[in-house]
């Protein structure tokens, strides 16, 4: 089964007197243990994509079905649990709150989730990402390619069943952004499912699956054309 199956999915944004058509019927299927890089030019519709496969938009029309369950059916608790839960998202901004210590960064939605083993939880998410020895550091003190480290233990620390990231090598340098990818593919190598939104071809080469989009469309799906283009 699927971890995340798209029928049909339609997004329009209403703009005054104009529509704009940022999803134009998209059919995805990701399966579990899936490492997919989607690029496209700037306005193709991959925000929109993003924002509905992570459950905070819904389409217009279409079906969407994570882990089997249909989203439209959710309740908003439901809804609510599953991104807090079964997504884990990392930005290209990191969005860490910059007042509070990496431990803190990553421990927080589980606090928020009222989990238990907290502390624990949040220390061997550290440790999985090579930060056991920061744990104690604020963002401030930190590199970029390390805060982008505790975004994504903090991603990782309800172990979701997909992790999206939307451009979370844009702000870093080649180097430290070669490194991130290298703990992606080594996290998919543990079994994690990834969704990597980039403009970068070097991030998407290292990517087994590559879905285009272009004008609200999948415009093309590594997956879909045969071992030729397989890597
Ligand atoms: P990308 O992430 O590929 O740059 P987006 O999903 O952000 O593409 O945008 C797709 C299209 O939808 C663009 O034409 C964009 O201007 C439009 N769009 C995105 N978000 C909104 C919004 N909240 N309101 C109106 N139009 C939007
Ligand atoms: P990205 O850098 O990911 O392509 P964008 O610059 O397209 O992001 O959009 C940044 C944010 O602004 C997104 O949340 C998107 O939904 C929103 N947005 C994009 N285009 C428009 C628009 N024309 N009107 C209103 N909001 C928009």
């Keep these: 089964e699927p971890v995340i199956h798209l029928e049909q999915i339609t997004k329009e944004y209403r703009m005054g007197e104009e529509t704009v058509r940022a999803l134009r019927g998209v059919d995805l299927r990701i399966a579990p243990n899936e490492l997919i890089a989607i ?3 700037s306005g193709s519709g991959k925000s929109t994509l993003m924002n509905i496969l992570g459950c905070l938009d819904t389409p217009n029309s ?3 079905w994570l882990e089997g369950h249909d989203v439209a059916r959710l309740s908003q608790s439901q809804l609510a649990r599953v991104r807090g839960d079964r997504i884990g998202f990392v930005f290209q901004t990191f969005e860490l709150l910059p007042r509070q210590s990496a431990l ?3 421990e927080l939605p589980l606090i928020y989730a009222g989990a238990r083993d907290r ?3 949040a220390v061997e998410a550290l440790r999985r990402v090579g930060l056991g020895d920061r744990m104690e550091h604020r963002p401030a003190q930190l590199s970029g390619g390390q805060r982008q480290r505790v975004a994504i233990a903090r991603a990782l620390v309800h172990r979701p069943s ?3 990231a939307d451009e979370p090598t844009g702000n870093l340098d080649t180097q430290t952004g070669d490194q991130i990818l290298r703990l992606f593919t080594a996290l998919h190598a543990q079994g994690q499912t990834i969704v990597i939104v980039t403009h970068e071809p070097d991030v998407a080469a290292r990517c087994r699956r590559v879905v285009r989009v272009r004008d609200g469309r999948v415009e093309f799906d590594a997956a879909n054309v045969g071992p030729a283009l397989e890597r």
């Design 119 to 121: 502390r624990e939880r």
């Design 62 to 64: 279409g079906r969407y």
């Design 104 to 106: 803190r960064n990553v």
């Design 39 to 41: 690029m496209g030019p």
């Design 162 to 164: 997909i992790l999206l």
